[in-house]
C-alpha cells in the first residue's frame, strides 16, 4: 500500500477491465465533487454547479475532456459521506465500457487532482471511517473471490457481521473476566477469593469453546475458499478419467481402452449443486513395475489419505478383481462413494450387494454408465448431501481466511495461558497479560482495540471500593 491512511481524492475502474456495455469509475473523497465539476457537463449544456447535487439521484450528465470535447455520455450519482461506502464523499460515474475512453477519464480525473486509488484503498477508507470491520471487509473479499454460491452466501452472511458480532460477544466476556481481575489487583496483598477465581474461569472456559469452534468450523472455511477435494480412485480402465471428464464438463483426461493410461494426477475445480469441488482423477491402482505409472499409483495412494471424499469406482460388468479388493482395503470407507460404472454392459439395474465386498451397507453406493450418462444425477446428489451435510457451525461464522485462522489460534494459546496461571494461583498480574493478550488477538480479528472499552467498563459496571 503506497497511501498509507491518506484522505485525498481517488478514482478506481470498479467493473473489469476490458470492453462491456457500461463501465463504472468509482471516485471517493471529501468535498471530491468540487474538484470533479471541470469533467462535467449537461447535455442540454446547463453549467454544472460545484455544489454538490441531491445524493443517490442518478443524471444524465456528458463527461468532457480538458478541450470541452465530450468524452463519453454517462450516469452520474452523488453519495454524501458519511452515507457511502467508504464514509466519504462519493460518485459514481456509469460510463461505456471502451478501454480508450476510460483511460482517458481516468486521466483526466488525474490532472483535476483525483490520483488512482491503490488495491483494497476503498475498503480500507470504509473500515478507517468505521464503515465496517476488519471481518467485514475481508468477507467481502470472499464475497468476490466465492467460486460457490455456498461460499458466497456464507460470505455475504459474514458481511453482515455474524462473525464480527460472535467475536464481540467473546471479547465482552473476557473484559468482564479482566474487570473481575482488576478489582481484586486493588487490593494486591490478598489473593484471589475463590468466587472471583471461579467467576474468571468460567468466562474464560465459555470463550475458549466458541473461540475452539470457530477454529474447527475453519477446515469447512477453506473448503468453502478452495473446494472440497473429490478423488476418484480405482483400478485401470474402470472408467475414472471419462467419469472426470464427465463431470467437469470438458475433455481433459485422456481415456482409452489401455489400462495405466492416466499416470499423473489431473484436477479440475466444478461446482456440485452450489458446492465447491476440487475433482481430482489419479492413475489406476495396481502392481507396476514401470517406473512412471508407479509414480503416479504413488500419488493417488496420497490423494486418497488427504482428500475430504472418494468416489470408488468399480466395473459392474465384471467380476470384482483382487486388484479391486487392495483399493477397498485402502479406501476411507467414512468418506467413501462406491461407484458402479458401465452399467450399460449388464442387463441389472440393481446394486449389487457391497456386503460381499466387505464392505458396511451404509456406505453409500451407485450405479451409473459413464457411456450412456446414466445414474450421473444420483451421483452428483449423493456427492452433494455428503459435502452438505458436512458439520456446519452457524451460517456466517465460518473463518475462510487464514490470517483469521491464525488469530484465533494465538487466541485460544493465550486463553490456556490465562487459564493455567489462573488455576496455579500465579501473579494475578501475569493472568492479566493473558487475558489482555487473547483480547488484542480477537479484536485484530475485527480491527479493533480493547483499550478504552476495558476502562469504560472497569468504571462502570464496577464498584472500587468492594
Ligand atoms: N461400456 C462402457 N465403457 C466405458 C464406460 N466408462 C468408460 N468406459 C470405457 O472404459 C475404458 C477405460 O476408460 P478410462 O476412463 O480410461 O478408465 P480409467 O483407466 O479408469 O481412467 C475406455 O475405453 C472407456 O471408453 C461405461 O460407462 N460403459
Ligand atoms: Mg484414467
Given amino acids: 500500500m503506497r497511501h498509507i491512511n491518506s484522505t485525498d481524492p481517488i478514482a478506481a475502474l470498479a467493473t473489469p477491465p476490458g470492453r462491456s456495455g457500461v463501465a463504472i469509475i468509482r471516485i471517493s473523497g471529501k468535498n471530491v465533487w468540487k474538484k470533479l465539476t471541470p469533467l462535467l457537463k449537461y447535455p442540454n ?83 478507517l471511517n468505521g464503515k465496517t470491520d476488519l471481518a467485514q471487509a475481508e468477507a467481502l473479499m470472499n ?22 458480532q460472535r467475536l464481540q460477544n467473546n471479547q465482552a466476556l473476557l473484559l468482564e473476566a479482566l474487570a473481575h481481575l482488576e478489582a481484586t489487583l486493588d487490593f494486591a496483598d490478598e489473593d484471589i477469593s475463590p468466587d472471583d477465581q471461579l467467576a474468571i474461569a468460567g468466562r474464560l472456559t465459555k470463550v475458549a469453546e466458541d473461540i475452539g469452534q470457530l477454529l474447527q468450523g475453519s477446515t469447512l472455511g477453506k473448503q468453502l475458499a478452495h473446494g472440497f477435494e473429490l478423488a476418484i480412485i480405482g483400478r485401470p480402465n474402470v472408467g475414472k478419467s471419462t467419469l472426470f471428464n464427465r463431470l467437469s464438463g470438458h475433455n481433459r483426461a485422456i481415456v482409452t481402452p489401455l489400462p495405466g493410461t492416466t499416470r499423473d494426477i489431473l484436477e479440475s475445480p466444478i461446482e456440485i449443486h452450489g458446492i465447491p469441488v476440487q475433482l481430482t482423477d489419479t492413475a489406476g491402482l495396481r502392481e507396476t513395475d514401470e517406473i512412471i505409472e508407479e509414480e503416479g499409483i504413488k500419488r493417488a495412494k496420497e490423494r486418497l489419505q488427504k482428500a475430504d471424499a472418494v468416489l470408488l469406482l ?21 468418506r467413501t462413494i462406491i461407484v458402479w460404472n458401465k452399467q450399460d454392459l449388464t442387463e441389472s439395474n440393481k446394486i449389487p450387494d457391497t456386503n460381499k465386498l466387505g464392505v458396511d451397507q451404509a456406505v453409500a453406493s451407485v450405479v451409473i454408465s459413464c457411456k450412456k450418462d446414466r445414474g450421473i ?36 494459546s493465550h486463553l490456556a495461558s490465562a487459564e493455567a496461571l489462573l488455576l496455579h494461583c500465579e501473579n494475578e498480574e501475569l493472568v492479566a497479560i493473558a487475558i489482555r493478550e487473547a483480547l488484542n488477538s480477537i479484536g485484530e480479528l475485527i480491527g479493533k482495540t480493547t483499550h478504552d472499552d476495558l476502562l469504560d467498563l472497569i468504571f462502570s459496571s464496577f ?3 468492594k
Fill in 45 to 127: 449544456s446547463k453549467p454544472i454547479s460545484p455544489t454538490p447535487p441531491t445524493p443517490r439521484v442518478l443524471q444524465r450528465i456528458d463527461l468532457i475532456d480538458a478541450n470541452n470535447q465530450t468524452l463519453d455520455q454517462a450516469l452520474v450519482v452523488y453519495f454524501k459521506g458519511p452515507n457511502s461506502f467508504t464514509g466519504e464523499d462519493q460518485i459514481e460515474i456509469q460510463g461505456h465500457g471502451s478501454p480508450v475512453v476510460i483511460a482517458r477519464t481516468m486521466e483526466r480525473l488525474s490532472q483535476l487532482g483525483i490520483r488512482p486509488a491503490d488495491p483494497g484503498e476503498f475498503s480500507r477508507r470504509a473500515f
Fill in 463 to 465: 464498584c472500587i471500593g
Fill in 377 to 412: 444425477n444420483q451421483l452428483t446428489e449423493k456427492i452433494a448431501s455428503f459435502f452438505g451435510s458436512q458439520p456446519i457451525d452457524g451460517e456466517g461464522s465460518v473463518v475462510m481466511v487464514a490470517r483469521q485462522k491464525e488469530n484465533l489460534q494465538k487466541t485460544i
Fill in 314 to 334: 468399480l466395473d459392474i460388468s465384471k467380476e470384482i478383481t483382487n486388484e479391486d479388493q487392495e483399493i477397498i482395503k485402502l479406501a476411507p470407507l467414512d
Fill in 143 to 164: 464475497l468476490i473471490n466465492a467460486s460457490s454460491l455456498r461460499a458466497a452466501r456464507e460470505a455475504t452472511k459474514q458481511m453482515e457481521g455474524t462473525l464480527s
